[in-house]
């Protein structure tokens, strides 16, 4: 399978990287001539544009920042799609509304592209280990068809169901990590104003059964969200705010882990 990829950020170049040194033909291009530099000694070869990139490649991993930026890229003049053949696969690694896969499928489905939403977490070091987690939607003998290249990169993934599933298990996990922040960094307060050191605290819960993520994050920030907001902060207010359209889409109750994840973004400085 010949292998395209757009969007060489710190969680995508590392991805790409992994399937250009697992030995497939893989395709490159990025707005920035910077981008490409890292891979300058692989066998990766470069496009002028996304649909060149698309014309020479069976599947395009996308894996930009939200949704205005996957429909530009995909739908833009010279986008993948002007370039995809019937039979190709589009992978959206971004964190996007479902509702943008399904209205890029529908567009694609008439030149005979298949699209499977791919979100992906943890980080570019899981990515550069062979350890990302990746949520996919669409259909099965789409998912896997292309489930072998997500493998160089990735373990485990998890075929949830039909396409949007992945976005909306990737902003439902968005969620409760944007909550457990705030519950984390109330925590380690509440434990200093009645005399016990937050290092000592984030130590101890770090090894007991209240353990998360996010308390390691926010222990490691000296016990505050601001490098959270200033590293995070736009994303997981996006995030936030995609799940809670859906939630009231579908006429369903959050309940407390919205509150809670509203009151990381008033904490963090960006309410939704």
């Known amino acids: 399978m010949r292998v395209g990829f757009i969007g060489l950020g710190s969680q995508g170049a590392p991805m790409a990287r992994r399937i250009v040194d697992s030995g497939y ?3 490159l291009w990025a707005r920035r001539p910077a981008s490409l530099e890292p891979f300058a000694d692989t066998a990766a070869k470069v496009a002028a544009a996304p649909a060149e990139l698309a014309a020479a490649s069976d599947l395009v ?3 930009v920042v939200g949704d205005a930026d ?3 890229v995909v739908t833009g003049a010279d986008g993948v799609l002007a370039g995809m053949a019937a039979g190709t696969i589009l992978a959206v690694h971004s964190t996007v509304h479902p509702d943008t896969c399904r209205d890029l499928a529908d567009i694609a489905v008439a030149q005979g592209v298949s699209i499977i939403d791919a979100p992906v977490s943890g980080g570019g070091a899981a990515a550069a280990e062979g350890r990302l987690l990746v949520m996919v939607g669409g259909s099965t003998d ?3 068809r292309a489930r072998p290249v997500f493998e160089t990169y990735a373990e485990p993934v998890v075929h949830l169901g039909p396409l949007g599933a992945g976005q909306t298990a990737k902003l439902l996990n968005n969620l409760l990590f944007t909550a457990n922040l705030a ?3 109330s925590t380690l307060a509440l434990g200093t104003s009645i ?3 937050p290092t000592r605290l984030g130590e101890v819960i770090s090894h007991g059964t209240a353990d998360s993520f996010a308390l390691g994050r926010v222990v490691s920030a000296g016990g505050t969200l601001d490098r959270i907001a200033a590293h995070a902060g736009p994303l997981l207010r996006k995030d936030v705010g ?3 359209d859906l939630a ?3 006429s369903a109750e959050p309940g407390i882990v919205l509150d809670a994840a509203d009151a990381t973004l008033a904490m963090i400085d960006h309410p939704r």
């Open 25 to 27: 033909e893989t395709t």
């Open 61 to 63: 991993c996308l894996c």
């Open 70 to 72: 996957v429909r530009e």
């Open 142 to 144: 789409i998912v896997e």
């Open 183 to 185: 519950t984390a960094a």
């Open 195 to 197: 005399g016990i050191d």
């Open 242 to 244: 995609l799940i809670a």
């Open 248 to 250: 009231a889409a579908a």
